[in-house]
């Protein structure tokens, strides 16, 4: 298998305390599209909380050790379009223009991507001509029906909408039904939940609602926040509904419970 490029995968946060399975799927996905991937053990945070509560300082120092620990690889991805937005759009702002640091947080910027956009942008999956399996995504036997959580950060800051429909649509044999409003914030919001949690509490439960009215059988998303907010708000409900990251079904890796069922 020809190797195409060097991935320093971000795992964020709450994949390494909660949901690890995400990141050994990420792996899986990524090394199958003939990509090398190293996990920088050195990684922590992405800074975004320190950043919302105007800690820019705090922010300034997580940052400059990120750039000092993924700059290297041709790219930088994580399974999370929240975590890749904060190193993508909000890293350069926290170093004034003209600074070496500065021009580093660019040039980092420039290659950062959340895993299913760079499935499909960059490394053009899938894809008519990649259809042997040296060169595809592992393709999937998952056959369920599914409704899609648009996450707030991934789709208005990075534009990540299409791509991982194109992914289920291609690489599985699930059937997706759109939840009304799928592009409405779940109410987690990292710190938003906190500062408001009645508020929060009301969208996750519209959010829960909508999803059931699909009758799918399994909630999709692309971050774990959205995620874990969602599988809680179900499950007490007494929801039958699954809660995966888009990655384990792509990868076809299901042993670990769904979010929440454990």
């Known amino acids: 298998m020809a190797v195409q490029y060097s991935i320093g995968l971000f795992v964020t946060c709450l994949v390494d305390l909660y949901r690890p399975s995400v990141a050994f799927s990420s792996i899986k996905l990524l090394e199958s599209a003939g990509c090398t991937v190293s996990v920088p053990p050195s990684q922590t945070c992405c800074g975004q909380p320190a950043f919302n509560s105007g ?3 705090s922010s300034q120092a997580i940052a400059k050790a990120t750039i000092d620990a993924f700059e290297s690889f041709d790219y930088v991805v994580a399974p999370s379009g929240s975590c890749a937005g904060m190193l993508k759009e909000h890293y350069p702002e926290l170093f004034e223009e003209g600074s070496s640091w500065h021009s580093r947080a660019v040039a980092m910027a420039s290659k950062v991507y959340e895993l299913t956009a760079f499935l499909v942008d960059v490394l053009q999956l899938p894809n008519a001509s990649q259809t042997n399996a040296d060169s595809s995504p592992a393709k999937s036997n998952f056959n369920k029906t599914v409704t899609y959580h648009d996450s707030c950060a991934g789709l208005r800051e990075l534009g990540i909408k299409e791509q991982p429909r194109s992914l289920l649509a291609n690489a599985t044999q699930s059937t ?7 592009d409405v914030c779940c109410g987690f919001g990292g710190t938003f939940c906190v500062k408001y949690p009645e508020i929060s509490g009301r969208m996750v439960t519209d959010k829960a609602a909508l999803a059931t009215q699909t009758g799918a059988d399994v909630l999709l998303g692309g971050d774990m926040g959205c995620l874990m907010n969602i599988a809680g708000r179900l499950s007490r409900a007494g929801s039958d509904i699954e809660v995966r990251h888009i990655a384990e079904v792509l990868a076809d890796d ?6 929440g069922k454990v």
């Not at 299901?254 to 979010?259: F, K, S, V």
């Open 55 to 57: 800690d820019n300082k």
């Open 176 to 182: 997706l039904t759109e939840m009304e409003d799928t």
């Open 254 to 259: 299901l042993a670990t419970p769904a979010i």
